[in-house]
Structures are given as C-alpha cells and as structure tokens.
C-alpha cells in the first residue's frame, strides 16, 4: 500500500505501462504466429505482409522500451532468414537446384553453383 502521493502516482503509472506493454508483447506474439502460419502454407505474398508487420512491431516495441533492441533483432532475425531460405529455394528449384542439409532455424542449406 503506497504511503506517499507520489507513490500513489508511482502506482498508477506503473498500472498502466504494465498494461500497455502486456498489449504490446501480446502483439508481437499473435503477427508472430500469422507469420509462421503463412510460411508453413506457403502463402508467399501473405508472408511477406506477415514479416513486415512483425518487423514494425519489433521495431515500436524497441522504440518505446517494451523490449530491449537487441531482443527485438534477435526475434525478428530468424524470420528474415526463413523468408530469405524459402525464396532463395522457390527460385533455385526453377533452376533445377536442390536444398541440402536441414537446419532447425531456416529449414535448409541451399546448394549453389559458386560453392
């Protein structure tokens, strides 16, 4: 129980970022679940929409402090990377290319000629 005014405000104040970061987080958490959604379909152009809005949320939840930058580059890297693999992979089978070596973040190691 707060003994002062101020630590009534203190309170109050707290009440509300908590709250408004919770939504924030939440957020996050649901464009991240589209997202995978779309790449495990294959929706090329809903993932791509999916991807750009998780990365503006990352980047406002940044912004405000809900999350650390490093936390909010650490979460958004890995759907670069699989956005990056499954395109790379839609465009290397139209060369009659093939993908090698399963990794758990990305999916797979892509051959190319220059290797």
Do not use: C, W, Y
């Amino acid at each position: 129980m707060p003994n002062t005014k101020s630590a009534e405000r203190r309170v109050r104040n707290s009440a509300r970022r908590a709250l408004s970061n919770r939504r924030s987080k939440t957020r996050i958490k649901s464009l991240e679940r589209k997202l995978r959604d779309a790449i495990k379909t294959g929706k090329k152009d809903e993932a791509a929409k999916a991807l750009q809005a998780v990365s503006s949320a990352f980047d406002k939840a940044a912004k405000s402090g809900v999350v650390p930058v490093e936390s909010a580059r650490f979460g958004f890297a890995p759907f670069s990377s699989i956005m990056r693999a499954t395109s790379t992979a839609v465009s290397l089978s139209a060369l009659g290319m093939t993908a090698i070596a399963p990794l758990p973040f990305i999916g797979s190691v892509l051959t190319s000629a220059a290797m």
